[in-house]
DNA sequence: TGACTGTCAAGAGCAGTGCTCTCGATTTGG
DNA sequence: CCAAATCGAGAGCACTGCTCTTGACAGTCA
């Protein structure tokens, strides 16, 4: 409204502005707190009284606790996808398999750190929500890390596409369609298939791993988890 | 109580007593119904007003919504383990691979038709809910299903496990502790580690697919999934 | 300076939830 | 036949998401 010429970055944000913005902040914060610690039903009442505030002046920030929930659920993404990409760069570019390893111990780790917010992530939708739309672009930022290290590699001729493998024609076209997704161009299908097997197997295991779905069958999580991440990048061919 | 001995199943039955399994059955269903259509934040109360019941009733029966919940869950795994062994009990038994296929199909075929149970039993805990004990028996049905194709296989022939394959002293400890369990004596750890890892595909990619997370990207599920499936038969050894 | 406009937090209130307790009615077993 | 156990109904508590109204404040234009 004071911004008729669709610019308001730059100009000087007046008070209120900035006061509602870190409001906006500090509801997350509040709300990200109530997750990890009474669990994924988060209440807008409590979050509130947590800022001393009442229930209904969080509804002047967020129209609605799904909204609310979209905003974490859109921050997370940026999180682990941020955690992703600074555990794969600090492994020398040309161990490619070190930096997929690197890539899901970083996953893995995030996720342990972030549990509930993981739950949100990839667990079960929540009730009568339906992620919206708005969530689709950042849920996909931890896989970009996954398509640059097989570009990277094929690139450095350290990723060997896999011979032999019979894929049918729909999954073919399916395939195909990811291959021109910006960041995974060239990305050959036979790897690509193998990819996306070892992605889900990732997101498998680690969802055994943090449901308790492997209780009193592996102690040493780190060392299983390990194991298939090797076995997986020998498998996608690095 | 009106059994001191403990066989209580051949005396008569009082009245009240089938009437009291019978009741238990039909919250049971109405349950399910309402997990089926409502999502899965189960409504005690209405599940209690589809049966022409008043909220506090439905205590009689089931302590709290808690144990519903656990009623449920031991009854889809129960369920589920079912269909996967009619599934695979469908194929002759020479055809190794077959059969995993078709447990994997008839895991899939299930979780379909009963997409809520399956959040229920394989995503996200439900918030303050901590699956008791009692759920670990039923929840171990359908990976018996799987040792029993391995250990077939390798009587067989059909599988043969792969070589090569360096497992780490933890891994190794826990891949042993599993042998031990009944149903997979035998099972040489190199198998089971790749056995592991597929089951854990198979459900990776089946949440994926059920939880929304492939949308816009795969058209043609079921082929995609039977890809997975038969890259992991060869994955294994089959 | 004074009025006006948009924004804010507070509070009451509605419909819903899980769960507990009490109270009659009915069935059961001695 | 009677006491004990069991059942459904109802009221009630504390909680939830959400809506609406009210009064206070900030920013701006005359």
Redesign the interface.
């Known amino acids: 409204m004071c911004d008729p010429v669709g610019v308001s970055q730059p100009v000087a944000p007046t008070v209120r502005a900035r006061a509602r913005a870190e409001m906006t902040v500090q509801i997350k914060e509040a709300a990200r707190r109530r997750l990890a610690t009474d669990?994924?039903?988060l209440s807008l009442r409590a979050v509130a009284r947590d800022l001393g505030l009442v229930s209904s002046a969080v509804y002047r920030y967020f129209a609605s606790r799904d909204e609310l929930l979209t905003a974490l659920i859109i921050d997370g993404y940026e999180s682990l996808g941020e955690a992703a990409e600074a555990a794969e760069a600090a492994v020398p570019r040309r161990d490619v398999p070190g930096r997929w390893i690197a890539l899901g111990r970083g996953v893995r780790d995030w996720a342990l750190a972030n549990r509930h917010e993981y739950?949100?992530l990839?667990?079960?939708?929540v009730?009568?929500y339906a992620?919206p739309q708005e969530t689709?672009g950042p849920?996909t930022r931890p896989l970009l890390v996954l398509a640059q290290i097989l570009r990277d590699g094929l690139d450095r001729g350290a990723i060997t596409p896999p011979t032999g493998?019979r894929?049918?024609r729909?999954?073919r076209?399916?395939l195909d369609?990811?291959s021109a997704v910006p960041g995974f161009e060239g990305v050959p299908s036979a790897v690509l298939?193998?990819a996306m097997?070892a992605w889900?197997?990732?997101?498998?295991?680690l969802?055994?791993e943090l449901?308790?779905?492997l209780?009193?069958?592996?102690?040493?999580y780190a060392?299983?988890f390990?194991?298939?991440l090797r076995?997986?990048a020998t498998?996608v061919g690095m």
Chains 1, 2 share one sequence.
Do not use: K, W
Request: hydrophobic residues 35%.
């Open positions: 669990g994924p039903d739950a949100l990839y667990g079960s939708p009730p009568g992620a689709t849920a493998d894929i049918p729909s999954v076209v399916d369609r990811v298939a193998r097997t889900a197997q990732l997101f498998g295991s969802s055994f449901f308790g779905r209780r009193n069958v592996v102690e040493d060392a299983y390990d194991h298939q076995a997986m498998y």
